[in-house]
């Protein structure tokens, strides 16, 4: 019976070889298994393997080569962990930052790196950030439920960034999208908002506009956090620096003050003064790690 | 479940008939099949193996059934 079924088999096996119609077809359905792809990806259930079927068929529409390696792995008998991480590193390595396959089903996964200063527990991860949030009269009470950030403080906040980045000072400019992320005024997504945020919007779409964009907000949201840390940095290393920006706050606090109590519209007009940022240990040169990399010793 | 119902169960079972089996008995030529034919029988024999791996699977995480009526004298307690 076993012989029968085999030969069985291997007869049509060869009859499909040998037509030229089915032969090719045969290779569509082994190169492509997914073929037949009719867009009922999303009645796809989560479980376990709901979830590899929405991601093959996610990748086959947008990543088609990220799709050939995924299917080559599956044929080859690697498990659903390195299935999942094959197709994570590729669509990371695409600029989508992508941890699990489970978040490819929602739509594409855009990282929230925002600041909730309303909530305790953003300054127990945080607490580096304490300094300059004091500059705005924030200081959170570790025992409260939410913390109570006033609006002026967010204004201060705005006014200030924007100054810093008139700044010819790249330092300064680094502090100013240090202000931008904590007072969620950078005008990027991914760097205004957090998870709970993030997750009231509706995400964006594998499609190749949206992916487009979405490269082009995780680019931009890695720069800014880049300059913010660098910018945080160099404020916690450098007292005169905090104490200046503090000085900054109080002035354009006083003139928002001022404004609000004359019920004058106008806008503002305050002249902020910024000493030089030294970037690196009292003005000396930094050597820059991924700069020495490019200058060949033997050179 | 005694080994004798088991083996009454799989005696019992009705012996499949595939189109490709019918074929393979008719020794054709691999070239000669009709288009037709051939891919009703492949359709079928793909079924037929989608059905096993489903069976096998189902076997697969079926609790333990204990044979009672089952002597292993080299492993008695």
Redesign the interface.
Known sequence: ?TD??L???N??A??????P??SLASAVCWLDPLWRDDGEDADVPYDTDGILAAALGITRRTFPEVYMQAVNAIRQGASYAEIDRLICEAVTARGIPLDGIEFMAYGIPLPAYGAALSDPDFYERHPDTLPVLACFGITPDPEAYAIDVPDLAYTAAQRIAADLEQQTDAGWQQIGWLLRWLFSCSGNSSVDYDDETMSGFQPLAWEPDDIAFAVEIIAEAETIMRDALAGLALLNGQPELTKALQQNVERITRSLDKRSTKGNLNEPHFRLEWPPARRGDHGTAVPDPQLLQLRDPAA | MTSELLRDCLAGAV?VD?R??R???ACPQ??D?P?ET??Q??IE?IEYTGRCQVAAHLLSQLAPIPLIAVAIPEYGL
């Not at chain 1, 060869?14 to 037509?19: F, I, K, S, V």
Request: hydrophobic residues 60%; charged residues 20%.
């Open positions: 019976m029968d079924l030969g069985a088999f007869l049509l060869d009859g499909l070889r040998a037509d119609l089915l | 012996p595939l490709g089996m074929l393979l008995k691999p070239a099949l288009r051939l891919t029988a492949v024999i």
